[in-house]
């Protein structure tokens, strides 16, 4: 199975979890550092947590599931202190 196969089955392990919040995540690439390139979708685009869903969620359940990954980077990181940044519902 070829890598960018095993990254999308690891990010539908965590996907539940951002849908619920109006979230979900696309691979951009992986490049030839096999480094993954997300772009963050929905509210999980502006959310100011969106840092904390990228490391302690999403990048581990990538490295977890496809060892060879060597680091995870979403290209649309919402900053906290961003003032469009939005909490989804659930967290206001």
């Known amino acids: 199975m070829d890598l960018l196969k095993r990254v999308e089955i690891a990010l539908d392990t965590i996907r539940p979890y951002l849908e619920t919040d109006g979230g979900n995540v696309s691979i951009e690439e992986i490049t030839p550092e096999n480094i993954v390139r997300l772009r963050l979708l929905g509210s999980c685009g502006s959310c100011p947590m969106s840092i904390m869903t990228l490391k302690a969620g999403i990048e581990q359940a990538i490295k977890r599931a496809?060892?060879?990954?060597?680091?995870v980077e979403a290209v649309n990181l919402t900053d906290m202190d961003?003032?469009?940044?939005?909490?989804?519902?659930r967290l206001q």
């Open 66 to 71: 496809v060892p060879e990954i060597t680091a």
């Open 82 to 89: 961003d003032p469009a940044a939005v909490l989804p519902e």
